[in-house]
């Protein structure tokens, strides 16, 4: 098998694209993510796929909480403001509406149709050049209800962060 098979069979794994906000002190900020993923029920964690260099891997490594805020399908333009890092674009939360999380203090975005409040658990150094940050559900709200068909999702837009 060659790596371009590898890569074309991960590409077909479906994901959803969020916006992982995150807290340390007065700092907050938001990325977008798409390797976020449930990984156990009792208690509920969820695991997601965090890369070293970003910015918002020092914060959760600092602050120790992080919320993922889900989308509807019509809200990807939402998440523009957040496609590129903070060393580029280092006022990229000046003009976000958003609220404090009830439990863990991330910013909880207006634009979101719903959200998970995680606290850390553990972050996984896998000496790869993603960590898997693994989160303890603590909170959650919905300000759009909606079925897991309404979510955003990263084929909805025909991109595509795999391979
Ligand atoms: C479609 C798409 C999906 C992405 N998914 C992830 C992801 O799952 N995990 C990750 O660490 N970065 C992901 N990124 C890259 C981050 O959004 C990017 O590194 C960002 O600049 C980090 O922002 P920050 O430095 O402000 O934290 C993705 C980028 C795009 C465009």
Known sequence: MTDDTIKEVLKRIPYGFYAITSRSGDDVNAMVANWVMQTSFSPRQVA????KV???YGLIEKG???AINIFLKDGADALKP???GRSKNPDKMKDIQYSEGPETGSPILESAAAYLECRVVRIV???GDHDTVI???VAAGVSSPGE???TLSLPDLGWSYAG
Do not use: A, I
Not at 48 to 51: A, D
């Open 48 to 51: 997601l796929g965090l890369e």
């Open 54 to 56: 970003s910015y918002t």
């Open 64 to 66: 120790g909480v992080f």
């Open 82 to 84: 957040f496609m590129k």
């Open 125 to 127: 150094d896998t000496g």
């Open 135 to 137: 989160g303890g559900v």
């Open 148 to 150: 897991v068909g309404d």
